[in-house]
Each structure stands twice: as structure tokens, then as C-alpha cells.
């Protein structure tokens, strides 16, 4: 059996254990919540949500890019920029909110909300990539920490003007190694817990708000002067040496109104809207900060909605703010070709060297911690089975500590590549990839109008969800086309592989919700007023006793459907009223497995009646819906062959699968049968009333399909389309015989069944023209576009014997039909049936017109037993009755 990711409970009554869980005790443990829960979700809306986030976002963009971008595009375009960035992640903050106030939030934040929404694929999938993100961003910040503290003391070979202390030695293995010490500072306090994060992520946090209070100052109290530039990636002599810090001046504004492009000083590239709008989006991509503590807050569901809203609200007015005073104070040369120049213009310069280290380290420390939780997220689904397994482990605490070093281990891996330039670039698309796929669980909650989805929080519709989704997939092509089709194309990689190699989950995502909104829709779109016989296909209601002794004409029929509908019923017999619950639910898993395993397309419908014959007419009458509905009957011969189980030599079903099935043993030919032959009839009977075609399949144990034959093979399907039990009115052109011919050839086309061949039986007898006979048999299957050899088989013997017996009266061995008043003998039938076998010794498939049944309800036995004589060692035989016109000649 597949493996069930979580515990049954919590996953399909999440409600219920919420609400129970203070007074329910688990294996001998004391009613009331566990301590270590309790100890593990205690971080606030501040500390969890609110610091984390806006540390996030301002990273190093506030101290260090901030002022490159309004140098290059200007203070319209810049303020233009903030306005489409924010609105972008605005539409995705209303999705993280309508999902994170719609139930109780577990560890793993987008992760979490992704794939109970839309499914592991999805989920999974997306949980890497924003793990993968997470682990590169950490080391992002850390490798531009460490330039940052190298750029300030460390020893050049040229002596820099602008370093006043120069006292750590410079390299890649240096270099290596303060970034290794850093992490490990990151490392130790994420594995102490979430709590002593918070606490350093707030100290960190108050340093920030401190240099940011003193850069707006700055602005007011510092008099214009001179700034020293850095010497430029051309190295060209000619390059300024200083730019001006003008203070507030009005020309200075002006001049820093439009945009001005020009080559960045540290890569010598020529900057652009697109180049710079993506550099300032960097800073804008924390927003999941706070979401990745799900796990560890009080109220994941109060907290995240409002802590992420009030960190982008004030990170926006920040940043729009600080370019206006920027756009006044500064001149352009200034702001673009001096990355840091914060520093020079504040009243106290380590204050802002003081700020930088703080957020860089902050936002490290939060993609390390948030990689952790994503990891341990994924381990405890097991999606990846032992892979992740260690993963889950936590401390006493609920700290999942193998996942943080796991975490850390891949971050310093990654920061063995020095730079990360082109990765930045990937890491920025991973996480718009992301809150696109926010946006998408979002809206198909919202499409999929199911009555559970009613969230708390209500500012957001359908139309914010499709914005987000349209701003971040231009994003990412915007930032760069060749990274973005790579990671699509990763993530869907990733999306095919847990398609086929993840466990089933009982998370309840929002495909089947969909998939009924649709099927609902277009169901009442369906009306059957509007049928036509050109559109006509077979819609079969297959009556299986037990599926053990049926796997062949289960397989037979689902090729025979032709994309229509195909319901497998079966009638339990017993009597509700001494019951103490229906039983039917317990046996529907084990038909659905079968079904799955089979891989037919087939639904269940299974009723509890007191004969199989009324359970049968049930379900005639009820399955199907609207204009969906069988349109014929499909039932195993009454015979008394010997039944096989064929179940425990299928190869798709391992022998812990047939043992887990809940299906009866198979009976033995001498055991009673569930239905006499006068109610097998009936059957027929109440079918043919309520204008349902009925198919009789005998023998189909012995069936070879196609595929079991060998692509080389070339099937055989044997047409009879008479009457054999009428030799009196033999004719080709009724309805029966028309639905019989629609039949076979609809099985030919099953894609299974292409290479077969039709052959088509046309008894002739010498005073009748059979040429001519031929000749419209062969018009009439031209005009019904279908492909088959004629094969004329003169049979006046067997009709001549016929004629004998009737003259000579039968005293019994008759059968009268509706309306007629012709009769025929067992030595007939006798003859008819060796008269076939004659005519194809193997077929793979034999189709014989079923005659109605009679009129006379004590005649039916006597009707079954001619049909049991008619197709006695046939091999695999349908017997075909149709009501309905189903064949046209109408273009």
C-alpha cells in the first residue's frame, strides 16, 4: 500500500484536533498540550513577523543600492519603480494573507501554504526551489558581508586613501574563512532556537532603525562638502575623483529629476531600466520572512497577515522617503558612482559601516533559518522519503537541528564559489517563482468556491491573485530571460518527478475542488435535448460479481468504451434495516485500488439491495448524472463454468496488494449462485424496457488482448449480424444488427485494437442471390465509413434442418418470441454453432446478435438455455442487443 504522509486525524479534521487537542491524551500522555509545543510556539507578531521581514527587505539595498538607484533612473522613475515593485508583492501579500487566515498554519511557511493548496507536486517542487533560494540568498549575504568588512579593513597592495584602518589580510581563502566564521555565528544561534533568533534578529533590528533614524538626520545637519569617489572598473585616469553632497538644494533636485543611464563603475556594463528595476526588486523579495516562522509563532494566522502587511507598508514609505531626500541632497555623480557613500555623509560614518554588517547578517541569519524550516517542512511530508528523512529530527525544544545544519552545510558549500553574481540573478526568480505559485494556490482556492475557503481576511479577490501571478512571471523575464526558462523548466522537472515518485497524500488539495467546479459546469452545459446520433458513443454500466474471476472483460470493456463513459457496479446483497451501518463505504477503497491498477477509466457504483436483480434496475436508473448516464448494460454469461482467480496472477497487483483487497474468495463451481436463471433474464428484461442496449460476455477468462498477443500479432474480430435464432427473418439492416456492426468496429478503433481485423459473416442460401446480398452488405458498410472483409457462408443445411424440425413439431424444445411465432431446436443450434466454429477456428473475439428476450417470463429459462447452446465453445463471445439508433451516414 502506499505510504500516507501525517497523521489521518490531523490532516483530514484539522478543525477537530485544533480544538480537541488540550483535552486529548496520546498514548498514555496526560490530557492538555505537550510542553514542548508550547515552548516551541512562542514568537510574536513583532518578533516573528514584523523584524524579520522588514531586516529582509532592507538587507543591503537600503545602505548600499538605494542611491544607485535614483542616480540611474531618477527620482520619477525611481518612485515609478517602488510603485510597480510593491504593487507586484502587494498582490502576493494579499494571497500569503486570504491563505495563512484560512486554517491552522504547521512549520514551513509558503512551502506549507503551496502544498496543502495545491498538492505535493506543487508543493514539493516549489519547497525545493525555495529551499534552494533560501540557501543561496544566506550565502549572498554572507559573501557581501564579507566584501563589505574586506573593503574596510582589508590590506590592499594599493593604499586606498579612504581606509583608515587596514588589518585583515585579503584572499579567497581568507576570504573563505570570514565568511565560514560568519556563518557559524549565524549557525549557533539559529541551532539555540527560535527564541534567541528573535532576541538577536530585535537587537539587530534596533541598530538598524538607529543608523536609518541618523541617515534621515544626516540630511538636515550636515553641510555640503566634497565626497571621494572610488576609482571606477575602467581604470581610465580621466574618470572625477569626487562628486558633491550639495544639501538640500533645488537645482540639485532638479538636475536628479529624469533619468540618467550610464555604465556602472564596478562592472563597466551600460545600466537600463530593466538592469536597474532589478536590482532595486532585490530589496523587495523578503516578504516571506515572517511566513517561514509559521511554525514557530503563537498565531501563525493572526500574526503573518498583519506583521507581513505593517513590515511592507513601512518598508515602502522608507524607501520613498529616503529618495526624496536623496534626490535633493546628492548629486548624481555622487550617487552613481559610490555604492557607499551613506558613509560619508553621515554625522557619524561607522554608524552606517555599523548598519550594513547588522542587516547583511540579519538577512543571512533569516534565509538560514527559513532554509531550515522549509527542509524540515519537506522531511516530515516525507515527499523524498529516507533521502530527508534525518531532517525531522528536533531538540527538546521543537528545534529541527538537523535541518539547520543540514542547511548550513549546503551554505557553505556554496560560499566555496566566491562570487555569486550570475546566482543572485536565479536566487531573486526562485522566490518570484514562488509567490507566483502563492498567487496561483490562492486564486484556484478562490475558483474553486468550495464552502471550507473563508478566510479572515477578505481584501483580495480573484483579480489581485492573477495580477500577482501576471507582475512576477514578467519579473523574472524582465531580470533575465535565460535564467527564468531555466528554472521553469527546473520546476517543472520537478513537478513530473513527485508526480510519479511521491506517496500519496490525504492533504485534500485544490485539483479535485477544481476539477469539480468544472465538471459541474460543464455537466449542466451537457443536455441531453441536444443529442445526436452522429455524436453518439457507448456509455457501459459493467455488472461485476466479483473482480477476482473478471479482470479480462474489465479490460475488455474499458477498450470498448470508445472516451465513454464506463461505470463498474456491483450489487451487495443484504438488508439495511439489520445492519448497523452502511457497508458499502469499507468495500470502495478496495475497488478504487482495483481500478487504479488496472488503469481503466472507470467510476464505482456500488448498492446495497435485497436481489441483484433490483439492485441492477438501481442502478440503471441512477448512475451516471445529467447527461452523462449508461447507455448500455454489460453482463457476465449464466453459466455454470468453473470461475478462476485471476487476481493473484495479475502483474499489477503485488500478492500484499491482493491480500489488502477486500473482495470475496472465488466459489467453487458447485456453490450456489446468487441469482436464479428466470432473474438473470430479467435483468436482460428490465434493460431492454428502460431502452438500455445489453451486452453478454462468455468466456472472456480466455480473452488474449492485444497487447498479450504481441505487437506482431494481427487480433481477429468475428461479425455475425443475424439473427441466428430467427432463420426465418434473417436481415442485415435493424437496429440490433446496425448497433452490432457500431460495436465492433468502435473496439477496432480502440488504440489497442488498430492492428485488428474485421471480418464480417454474411449466411447466404442458394435461391437468394448472394451476390447481391454481398453487394449491399458491402454499400452499406461504404456508407458507414467501416472496414471489413466479407466473408459469405452458405448455411442452407442448417436452415434446412431448421424448416424439418419445425414442420415435425418440437413439443417443447421452442421458444416463442414477441410477435412471432417461430421456434428452433437445441439440434439447430447445435448445427449453428459448429456451423461457426467451422468458419473461424480462433478468433480473438466473436459479436453475436442477442435476440429480445420473450414476452413470457416462464420462457426465460428456456431462452438462456438456447444461448448457452448457440455459443458453446466459442471462445471469447459477445452477445449484442441494441435499442437505439446509433450509426449515421450524415457528414
Same mark, same amino acid.
Given at each position: 500500500m502506499p505510504r500516507n504522509r501525517g497523521a489521518g486525524v490531523s490532516e483530514r479534521s484539522p478543525l477537530l484536533t485544533y480544538r480537541l487537542c488540550s483535552s486529548i491524551s496520546v498514548e498514555g500522555e496526560p490530557p492538555g498540550p505537550r510542553p514542548a509545543a508550547r515552548a516551541a510556539r512562542k514568537?510574536?507578531?513583532?518578533?516573528? &513577523?514584523?523584524?524579520?521581514?522588514?531586516?529582509?527587505?532592507?538587507?543591503?539595498?537600503?545602505?548600499?543600492?538605494?542611491?544607485?538607484?535614483?542616480? *540611474?533612473?531618477?527620482?520619477?522613475?525611481?518612485?515609478?519603480?517602488?510603485?510597480?515593485?510593491? %504593487?507586484?508583492?502587494?498582490?502576493?501579500?494579499?494571497?500569503?494573507?486570504?491563505?495563512?487566515?484560512?486554517?491552522?498554519?504547521?512549520?514551513?511557511?509558503?512551502?506549507?501554504?503551496?502544498?496543502?493548496?495545491?498538492?505535493?507536486?506543487?508543493?514539493?517542487?516549489?519547497?525545493?526551489? %525555495?529551499?534552494?533560494?533560501?540557501?543561496?540568498?544566506?550565502?549572498?549575504?554572507?559573501?557581501?558581508?564579507?566584501?563589505?568588512?574586506?573593503?574596510?579593513?582589508?590590506?590592499?597592495?594599493?593604499n586606498s586613501p579612504g581606509r583608515a584602518l587596514q588589518v585583515l589580510p585579503t584572499g579567497y581563502w581568507f576570504d573563505l574563512l570570514y565568511g565560514t566564521v560568519l556563518l557559524l555565528i549565524c549557525l549557533f544561534v539559529c541551532l539555540v532556537g527560535a527564541s534567541i533568533y528573535a532576541k538577536a534578529t530585535f537587537l539587530i533590528f534596533l541598530v538598524v532603525m538607529?543608523?536609518?533614524?541618523?541617515?534621515?538626520?544626516?540630511?538636515?545637519? &550636515?553641510?555640503?562638502?566634497?565626497?571621494?569617489?572610488?576609482?571606477?572598473?575602467?581604470?581610465?585616469?580621466?574618470?572625477?575623483?569626487?562628486? /558633491?553632497?550639495?544639501?538640500?538644494?533645488?537645482?540639485?533636485?532638479? #538636475?536628479?529629476?529624469?533619468?540618467?543611464?550610464?555604465?556602472?563603475?564596478?562592472?563597466?556594463?551600460?545600466?537600463?531600466?530593466?538592469?536597474?528595476?532589478?536590482?532595486?526588486?532585490?530589496?523587495?523579495?523578503?516578504?516571506?520572512?515572517?511566513?517561514?516562522?509559521?511554525?514557530?509563532?503563537?498565531?501563525?494566522?493572526?500574526?503573518?497577515?498583519?506583521?507581513?502587511?505593517? #513590515?511592507?507598508?513601512?518598508?515602502?514609505?522608507?524607501? /520613498?522617503?529616503?529618495?526624496?531626500?536623496?534626490?535633493?541632497?546628492?548629486?548624481?555623480?555622487?550617487?552613481?558612482?559610490?555604492?557607499?557613500?551613506?558613509?560619508?555623509?553621515?554625522?557619524?560614518?561607522?554608524?552606517?559601516?555599523?548598519?550594513?554588517y547588522c542587516s547583511t547578517l540579519s538577512a543571512s541569519m533569516s534565509n538560514l533559518i527559513g532554509a531550515s524550516r522549509i527542509l524540515y517542512a519537506l522531511a516530515k511530508d516525507d515527499l523524498f522519503g529516507k533521502a530527508l528523512a534525518p531532517a525531522n529530527r528536533t531538540s527538546r525544544g521543537e528545534n529541527p537541528w538537523v535541518a539547520v545544519v543540514f542547511s548550513w552545510a549546503l551554505v557553505q558549500l556554496v560560499l566555496f564559489s566566491g562570487k555569486l553574481n550570475t546566482i543572485a540573478a536565479v536566487v531573486t526568480i526562485f522566490?518570484?517563482?514562488?509567490?507566483?505559485?502563492?498567487?496561483?494556490?490562492?486564486?484556484?482556492?478562490?475558483?474553486?468556491?468550495?464552502? /471550507?475557503?473563508?478566510?479572515?481576511?477578505?481584501?483580495?479577490?480573484?483579480?489581485?491573485?492573477?495580477?500577482?501571478?501576471?507582475?512576477?512571471?514578467?519579473?523574472?523575464?524582465?531580470?533575465?530571460?535565460?535564467?527564468?526558462?531555466?528554472?521553469?523548466?527546473?520546476?517543472?522537472?520537478?513537478?513530473?518527478?513527485?508526480?510519479?515518485?511521491?506517496?500519496?497524500?490525504?492533504?485534500?488539495?485544490?485539483?479535485?475542488?477544481?476539477?469539480?467546479?468544472?465538471?459541474?459546469?460543464?455537466?449542466?452545459?451537457?443536455?441531453?435535448?441536444?443529442?445526436?446520433?452522429?455524436?453518439?458513443?457507448? *456509455?457501459?454500466?459493467?455488472?461485476?460479481?466479483?473482480?477476482?474471476?473478471?479482470? *479480462?472483460?474489465i479490460r475488455f470493456i474499458n477498450d470498448l468504451k470508445k472516451s465513454g463513459l464506463y461505470v463498474l457496479g456491483h450489487v451487495e446483497l443484504d438488508d439495511l434495516d439489520s445492519l448497523p451501518g452502511d457497508p458499502l463505504p469499507a468495500q470502495s477503497d478496495s475497488w478504487l485500488q482495483l481500478v487504479d491498477r488496472l488503469n481503466v477509466k472507470a467510476f464505482v457504483n456500488l448498492t446495497l439491495s435485497d436481489t441483484v436483480r433490483h439492485g441492477t434496475q438501481q442502478l440503471l436508473f441512477i448512475s451516471g448524472l445529467g447527461g452523462m448516464r449508461p447507455n448500455t448494460i454489460a453482463l457476465g454469461f449464466y453459466d455454470d463454468a468453473a470461475s478462476q482467480d485471476c487476481l493473484s496472477q495479475e502483474p499489477a497487483f503485488r500478492s500484499e496488494d491482493v491480500a489488502w483487497l477486500n473482495f470475496p474468495s472465488v466459489l467453487g463451481s458447485g456453490s450456489p449462485k446468487r441469482l436464479s436463471p428466470r432473474e438473470y433474464v430479467g435483468i436482460i428484461a428490465d434493460a431492454v424496457k428502460m431502452l438500455r442496449n445489453v451486452l453478454l460476455a462468455r468466456s472472456f477468462q480466455e480473452l488474449q488482448l492485444p497487447q498479450a498477443l504481441g505487437w506482431r500479432a494481427q487480433p481477429l474480430i468475428d461479425v455475425w449480424p443475424?439473427?441466428?435464432?430467427?432463420?426465418?427473418? #434473417?436481415?442485415?439492416?435493424?437496429?440490433?444488427?446496425?448497433?452490432?456492426?457500431?460495436?465492433?468496429?468502435?473496439?477496432?478503433?480502440?488504440?489497442?485494437?488498430?492492428?485488428?481485423?474485421?471480418?464480417?459473416?454474411?449466411?447466404?442460401?442458394?435461391?437468394?442471390?448472394?451476390?447481391?446480398?454481398?453487394?449491399?452488405?458491402?454499400?452499406?458498410?461504404?456508407?458507414?465509413?467501416?472496414?471489413?472483409?466479407?466473408?459469405?457462408?452458405?448455411?442452407?443445411?442448417?436452415?434446412?434442418?431448421?424448416?424439418h424440425n419445425h414442420q415435425e413439431g418440437r413439443d417443447g424444445n421452442a421458444i416463442n418470441f414477441p410477435g412471432n411465432v417461430a421456434c428452433v431446436s437445441d439440434e439447430y443450434l447445435s448445427a449453428v454453432n459448429e456451423l461457426i466454429q467451422q468458419q473461424s477456428t480462433a478468433p480473438t473475439v466473436r459479436f453475436l446478435y442477442l435476440p429480445r428476450p420473450p414476452a413470457d417470463t416462464s420462457l426465460y429459462a428456456r431462452y438462456l438455455d438456447q444461448l448457452e447452446v448457440l455459443t458453446r465453445g466459442l471462445g471469447p463471445t459477445l452477445l449484442v442487443h441494441g435499442v437505439s439508433a446509433v450509426t449515421s451516414t450524415e457528414l
Open positions: 514568537l510574536s507578531t513583532f518578533l516573528g &513577523v514584523v523584524v524579520p521581514t522588514l531586516l529582509s527587505m532592507f538587507s543591503v539595498v537600503l545602505f548600499l543600492r538605494l542611491g544607485f538607484v535614483v542616480g *540611474q533612473a531618477g527620482l520619477y522613475q525611481s518612485l515609478g519603480m517602488f510603485l510597480v515593485a510593491y %504593487f507586484i508583492i502587494g498582490m502576493t501579500v494579499l494571497s500569503v494573507c486570504a491563505i495563512s487566515t484560512n486554517g491552522a498554519l504547521d512549520a514551513g511557511g509558503a512551502y506549507y501554504m503551496i502544498s496543502r493548496a495545491l498538492g505535493p507536486e506543487f508543493g514539493g517542487s516549489i519547497g525545493i526551489m %525555495f529551499f534552494l533560494a533560501n540557501v543561496c540568498g544566506s550565502a549572498l549575504y554572507i559573501l557581501g558581508l564579507v566584501e563589505a568588512i574586506v573593503d574596510d579593513f582589508g590590506i590592499s597592495a594599493e538607529v543608523v536609518l533614524a541618523t541617515v534621515c538626520i544626516s540630511f538636515f545637519i &550636515v553641510h555640503p562638502h566634497a565626497v571621494l569617489l572610488p576609482s571606477s572598473h575602467s581604470g581610465n585616469g580621466t574618470d572625477f575623483i569626487s562628486a /558633491n553632497y550639495t544639501g538640500f538644494s533645488l537645482h540639485t533636485l532638479r #538636475a536628479n529629476l529624469a533619468s540618467g543611464y550610464s555604465v556602472d563603475y564596478t562592472t563597466g556594463r551600460l545600466m537600463s531600466f530593466s538592469t536597474v528595476f532589478a536590482v532595486m526588486f532585490n530589496g523587495c523579495t523578503g516578504i516571506m520572512a515572517g511566513s517561514n516562522m509559521s511554525g514557530d509563532l503563537k498565531r501563525p494566522s493572526y500574526s503573518i497577515p498583519r506583521g507581513t502587511i505593517l #513590515a511592507v507598508i513601512f518598508t515602502y514609505v522608507v524607501y /520613498n522617503i529616503l529618495a526624496v531626500l536623496l534626490s535633493c541632497t546628492c548629486d548624481r555623480l555622487l550617487l552613481q558612482r559610490d555604492y557607499g557613500f551613506l558613509k560619508d555623509i553621515n554625522v557619524w560614518s561607522p554608524l552606517v559601516t555599523i548598519g550594513i522566490f518570484l517563482l514562488v509567490y507566483a505559485t502563492v498567487d496561483l494556490a490562492c486564486l484556484a482556492l478562490e475558483w474553486a468556491s468550495a464552502p /471550507n475557503f473563508r478566510p479572515t481576511f477578505q481584501y483580495f479577490t480573484w483579480h489581485t491573485c492573477v495580477l500577482g501571478i501576471a507582475g512576477c512571471s514578467i519579473m523574472i523575464f524582465l531580470i533575465s530571460p535565460i535564467y527564468a526558462s531555466a528554472s521553469v523548466a527546473f520546476l517543472v522537472v520537478l513537478l513530473v518527478a513527485l508526480h510519479y515518485l511521491s506517496p500519496s497524500s490525504s492533504w485534500g488539495d485544490v485539483s479535485q475542488a477544481l476539477i469539480f467546479h468544472q465538471v459541474r459546469k460543464y455537466l449542466l452545459l451537457l443536455d441531453i435535448r441536444k443529442e445526436h446520433v452522429k455524436f453518439w458513443r457507448p *456509455q457501459v454500466l459493467l455488472m461485476v460479481r466479483n473482480p477476482r474471476t473478471s479482470l *479480462q472483460l443475424i439473427n441466428l435464432l430467427r432463420p426465418d427473418s #434473417a436481415r442485415y439492416v435493424d437496429t440490433s444488427s446496425l448497433f452490432l456492426l457500431q460495436m465492433a468496429c468502435v473496439l477496432a478503433m480502440a488504440r489497442t485494437w488498430r492492428r485488428a481485423r474485421l471480418r464480417l459473416f454474411l449466411c447466404v442460401e442458394r435461391g437468394t442471390q448472394p451476390r447481391g446480398q454481398e453487394d449491399k452488405l458491402r454499400q452499406l458498410l461504404k456508407d458507414l465509413r467501416i472496414q471489413a472483409d466479407i466473408h459469405t457462408v452458405p448455411w442452407d443445411n442448417v436452415v434446412a434442418l431448421h424448416w
